[in-house]
């Protein structure tokens, strides 16, 4: 028997109201996640942000979300009630935003936000709850957890903040984490060792990741599936390991535009913006 998808998506709009009229940032993508890595990529305003917000809805007016299906296990997310919302959003559903910096707040300790994070979701003692988030802290990498618990945010590094994020976002045992481009502000080095701890979280509590990138490259390598997104649209999906066999003009202009080292070429290919592009119907996924 075939497990219902932690994520069930289908024919999602966000659309905001401006002056000038109406923008549509997202327009009708449908997908599934189960408990693996999916990759969503593209380029930037091409929807990926979006979409991980409208999930958790935290689309805000003029902003405006729609959907046939949007189904988190079973349970409707367009018409849930705010009690029921503030629950699974940090509950049983997790977004790491781009850039811990602004994600955390400057004027508390670390470890008091990691607290609060918990408590907030579970009935659980100040003690528990700051030994679960030097557990987690533990869990990520992090060495000394104790002294970082007393630290501020301003007094960690990228990567550190980084991991100290995903912490708190996963203290309360989510089924999915939303990762929005969680390693673009870091080193390479840093880089390995946030997806190397990403990748041994999911398989160990079996989780569903949604993986927001740029990098075509490394969501290949780091996820099972690719969803390709422009123009607010899937226009691509597949297996991670087909993606040399996509079909999708735009799919093919970025393999295109990655410098190869072992078969340099004099120039590289520039995406071009065709129109046509954005009514093309979408590939449909090869899985």
């Not at 599934?32 to 991980?52: A, D, N």
């Not at 400057?106 to 979701?121: C, D, F, N, T, Y």
Request: glycine share 6%; net charge neutral; with cysteine.
């Amino acid at each position: 028997m075939t497990e219902a998808p932690l994520l069930d998506v289908e024919n999602l709009w966000v659309k905001f109201h401006t002056r000038t009229g109406i923008v549509d940032a997202v327009r009708g993508i449908s997908f599934t996640l189960g408990r693996e890595r999916l990759g969503i990529v593209g380029e930037s305003g091409s929807g990926k942000s979006m979409t991980g917000r409208a999930v958790l809805r935290l689309i805000h007016p003029p902003g405006q979300v729609t959907a046939d299906k949007l189904q988190v296990h079973g349970e409707d997310v367009m018409t849930m009630p705010d009690a029921r919302m503030r629950q699974l959003r940090g509950g049983r559903v997790s977004m790491v935003m781009q850039d811990p910096k602004f994600s955390l707040n400057p004027v508390m300790p670390v470890g008091q936000q990691l607290i609060e994070a918990l408590r907030a979701h579970e009935k659980v003692s100040k003690a528990e709850a700051r030994k679960r988030a030097l557990d987690m802290l533990d869990e990520v990498a992090i060495r000394d957890p104790a002294r970082v618990m007393d630290l501020y945010p301003h007094e960690v590094s990228g990567g550190m903040g980084q991991r100290i994020m995903i912490a708190m976002m996963l203290l309360p045992n989510p089924e999915i984490l939303i990762a929005d481009e969680p390693t673009s502000a870091l080193d390479v080095s840093v880089q390995l060792q946030v997806l190397d701890i990403m990748d041994k979280l999911v398989k160990d509590r079996g989780m569903g990741l949604m993986f927001i990138s740029h990098d075509l490259n490394l969501v290949a390598k780091f996820c099972d599936r690719i969803a390709v997104m422009y123009a607010g649209r899937i226009v691509e999906t597949c297996k991670a390991s087909e993606l040399r066999n996509a079909q999708h003009p735009y799919t093919l202009g970025l393999l295109n535009s990655v410098p190869d080292l072992e078969h340099p070429r004099d120039r590289l290919e520039v995406l071009k913006r065709d129109p046509a592009w954005r009514e093309a119907a979408s590939v449909s996924a090869r899985t």
